[in-house]
């Protein structure tokens, strides 16, 4: 067994030190360029990177869009970043946080010709460390060797590429028995992947027959709401409105899943919120910071659900989308039991978006 990470764990690698503002490099087909995470680099290493060449930071077209910049690459746009541009402005054209009150960020320039392959991964590679989807590059020569020589991690695409929208690969960690006050008797279990990012858990509530179609919910983490009562959102009286039928019916399980604010993460989750205040509903909130509607991945549902050796559920969601992803993995869904509890004056128009976005029945 070879004692160096395999490409999946250094995709995790890489996320880490993007958190932490270190660039990585990234190659494919003969080309390598430094890339890193535009929120959080700082102006000594911005300029180290500008040292290499001219820079150019890529912005999902979802993003672009709000910036009225032109996506020649269809999902994204590669912006030329000015000669003498700081960190604060790489910032503040990732960052839609002051946008109404400096609406022109631009013109921005954006390129047109080149590959934008690597661009491509590493805006990837930042939605997955939960952080904005913008990227800092520059290309490089002899990328394996500088990296070598500046202890950087490097990531060759063409044999990691694959991985970056690989299934999950979920292993059993631990589980022991845990008594509810909603649900009654119950058992924990954690659930780690192959890459040691976050764990996800399944409650289960009694004796669940995998024999049969198992009452489900798939709930997504919700901090504020689970943990601090938010009235923003429905999450909190879904998690125990869910528990507490699974524990009438004295059998269920619950999948609670660490994907805060429909998977971009709780920091750009509050940066949403912050969006919101401004006028903005959900899903436009979720665009201008550069992310789609949902960017939640529930193979990892399917996957635990596929360890506990349930193959049909009764599925606990108002979400229809929901249902049509559980059976593309393979999971029959033999029910939708509606879960319409939670509605408040203050997350009105929070349901009214699901409803009328997202195709929530409510």
């Not at 913008?134 to 990328?143: M, N």
């Not at 192959?194 to 049969?212: C, F, N, S, T």
């Not at 429909?262 to 959900?282: E, S």
Request: with cysteine.
């Amino acid at each position: 067994m070879p004692l160096g990470p395999s490409p999946t764990e250094l995709l995790n690698r890489a996320r880490a030190d993007l958190r932490m503002g270190v660039p990585v490099l990234l190659c494919a087909g003969g080309r390598a360029a430094l890339a890193a995470a535009a929120e959080n680099l700082s102006s000594e290493r911005q300029a180290a990177l500008a040292a290499e060449g001219p820079l150019v930071l890529a912005i999902t077209a979802r993003r672009a869009e709000t910036l009225k910049a032109r996506a020649y690459d269809g999902d994204l746009a590669r912006v030329a970043v000015p000669a003498g541009a700081g960190a604060d402005w790489l910032r503040n054209v990732a960052d839609p946080a002051d946008d109404l009150d400096m609406p022109m960020k631009g013109p921005l320039a954006t390129l047109r010709d080149g590959e934008a392959g690597l661009a491509r991964a590493a805006l990837a590679l930042a939605k997955s460390a939960r952080l904005l989807p913008a990227a800092v590059l520059v290309d490089v020569a002899e990328g394996p060797a500088l990296a070598a020589a500046r202890g950087l991690t490097a990531i060759d695409l063409d044999t990691a590429g694959p991985a970056l929208s690989a299934d999950p690969a979920l292993h059993p960690v631990a589980a022991a028995r845990l008594p509810m006050a909603a649900a009654g008797a119950g058992r924990l279990h954690v659930f780690r992947p192959g890459d040691g990012g976050e764990e996800h858990y399944a409650i289960l509530v009694g004796r669940p027959d995998p024999g049969g179609a198992v009452l489900t919910r798939l709930h997504s983490a919700c901090f504020t709401g689970d943990v601090l009562g938010s009235l923003k959102c429905d999450c909190g009286a879904q998690l125990d409105a869910a528990l507490r039928q699974m524990g009438a019916e004295g059998a269920g399980v619950l999948l609670y899943l660490n994907q805060e604010g429909r998977g971009i993460g709780l920091a750009n989750k509050m940066r949403a919120y912050r969006l919101q205040d401004q006028g903005f509903d959900t899903v436009e909130a979720n665009h201008r910071l550069g992310f789609e509607d949902d960017e939640r991945d529930f193979r990892i549902g399917a996957a635990i659900l596929k360890e506990l050796g349930i193959g049909a559920v009764r599925l606990m969601t108002n979400n229809p989308a929901k249902v049509a992803m559980m059976r593309a993995q393979g999971i029959a869904v033999a029910e939708r039991v509606p879960l319409a509890v939670g509605a408040t004056d203050q997350n009105a128009a929070y349901l009214a978006t699901k409803a009328a976005k997202s195709g929530h029945l409510l």
